[in-house]
């Protein structure tokens, strides 16, 4: 009984997957405060330019240099694993697959586009990269990427959790990298903050005001700011996760499967999984796809598609999405990584494509089945995992039900060894469910109706 | 540039090898407290009797059970990596090749033998098995395998780590372990302890004591004892790291490594990657096969080869082994996996023959090494493995000296993602070296003086 199918180094991807080409709808730019598109030229002081021609590329196929598979291949093919025990368990007629995510070393998908982000900026001769990082799963990859690559690294942690999740700061000091508490007084927003709310716990938007800034402000002009999800570099990076998936199913005997799942909170994981399969649906297979995220951050079933900031301080471009609302503050669940307003476009526009099917998820019935996951397949998954897990078994069940032998796919982002209190609270009965009530999403929604409105041919039939 | 060597799963290995069966003296048996060898039925409250046979078996070769080894499948064989940058930083013509053990869900070698321990107890008709946990990693790697298996599991976890690392605890937890603090009020042992001393920090002797009594009184006689390292069958069954090894490193060409290294705190890791190899050496290969242990706990280096107990409370039979006395209690040094007085039978026996070059390597070196490799190979190691690396990096050191092109593999046990404070208290120049002095080591050897002593028969020409 085969558990886990696994490709050798030669069967890696050869080149990622850029799901603009295929999308019917052509993406809607990214605006400036003046509602004008933003250029190229405009972002050159915050990213690389070889990045920027990513970001704006409508190539399908989009080669992965040699030294950045020769890095990846350190843990890469990731396996893809049949969850027979939990098959089991559920009594599911389903065969239920998941793509392993978690072997990297810093424990997620996130170094798929952490490596080769950092080297594009070291080929553009940058010597320094600075990010935000909230509870520290992006800034510990991007750590991880620099150390190999003999990049700085310097990430601004929001506060909060700087003081009460040391453990990934500690792993990005082991890598090498600085990590500072945000708000910090090495910037301008910074300092300013800290003048008129010394106690601040800190935010992700304060956070990435700081980082951008000082990459901007580096008087040598070699440091650029890199981001972990959202845009569409990010998502194009993570498609070798479904590249991979689809030569393991094939191995196996499997031409596609029925239903591909992924959790999305920025959405680079779930496009990572999902996008190569999105392009078989464009070109008329039969396959549901689902992103799922936290009911008490219901981007993607509860928030319009809308132009809207990345970030709370409104440094970032308007970019074209579903958003609750670029000062939602999201309630406190454990699935830090899924608590973002917004949504990366290219999951956003294949969302009103009609491509996608979301679904919102609670917070108990995700922790009960990444507790059964564990229990059955071995491997303590991370909280935002968990959401895609919930959906697995929810489609497993619905498969049970109908009696149909449908194929799953979900994607299994990353383990839980870092958030093991989060797993606690749950079996001590400490955690609740978050209902979002109308009025709080409704109050930080009505702020987008001064801001343009993107458009959107709808063209496909799915 | 190949990174990563990997083996199929039909490629694993179908058998573990037992070295009792050609080391040149024969293994001599463990002694009651009158002086005279334990018998198998002595042992049978404690361990099931297939373990138990294996414990005694003199048989080259031992079947892996197919549902042993469809559960190691979900992470193994482990991957053979290539130290290219850490040979690059080190301007070393050596060739360093590491057996990544980080990759199972435990995240170390551990769940080789609770997987099997589990499987044998749970065919002998067991329905729950007690054990005892340092720091934890034994706890958590033995709670993942009941969970697989079906087995209820349950915990004795020293006071002082389960009260200051909680995070392994939650792990057992999660995997539906039940893990309590020792000494508990649910033994004789215990209460006794708890009664004279309510503070105690406790010690694993103590906690020893209360898993062997929880197994041993069960009146329905479904509950037995494991034990994660020292004992015979446990050096068995992680034989698997260094035959997967072999022929790893065949398929890059190479036929024998020069060099064989493995941190050594009770045995198991070492032996697992080594036996095979000293197996080679004994039958004529030149290999030098390094344990690696703390000058805080030289068991191998400084401890004479005795008959001793495995636990304070000297609730086990006597062993023979390297041992610095059972009441030894060594500094508080990060690598917790090392702090153990004595070491495994097989291991101690084959250092008396001259088949190992035992190696002792400070603290600050260690995290200096770990460092190194972090920032270099990218995996954050295990306090414990970094003595593993430091030994490799003293080695690939000597080769540049020599202008040699030796080949050197090592054994990286465990990932360091649950010990990160460690590191923390490295960079922040809190740790220190800890040199033992020749009297306290003393006191405790003196006190073996009344115990029968092993015979051995060097006959081996190495």
Redesign the interface.
Known sequence: ????I?L??DEMPRQWYNIAADLPSPLQPPLGPDGNPITPEMLAPVFPMNIIEQEVSTERWIDIPEEVL??L??WRPSPL?RAH?LEKALGTPAKIFYKNES?S?A?SHKPNTAVPQAWYNKQFGIKRITTETGAGQWGSALA?AC??LGLECKVFMVRISFDQK??RK??M????ATCVASPSSETNAGRQILAQHPDTPGSLGIAISEAIEAAVTDPTGSTRYSLGSVLNHVMLHQTIIGLEAKKQLAKVGIKQPDVVIGCAGGGSNFAGLAFPFVNDKIHGAEIEVIPVEPTSCPTMTRGPFVYDHGDTAKMTPLLPMHSLGHDFIPPPIHAGGLRYHGMAPLVSQAIIEGLLTPRAIDQLECYESG?LF???????PAPETNHAIAAAIQEAKKAKEEGKEKVILFNFSG????D??G??NY?QGKLTNYALPESEMGNAIRELDALPKPKVVRTGKW
């Open positions: 009984m085969q558990t886990k696994v050798t180094e020769a890095i291949s350190k694993h025990a072997v070393p424990g991880f150390a190999l040391p453990f500690l792993m000091a082991t890598w090498g507790a564990a229990r059955t397949e071995g491997i303590i383990h839980g060894l870092m093991l209190v797993y606690d079996f």
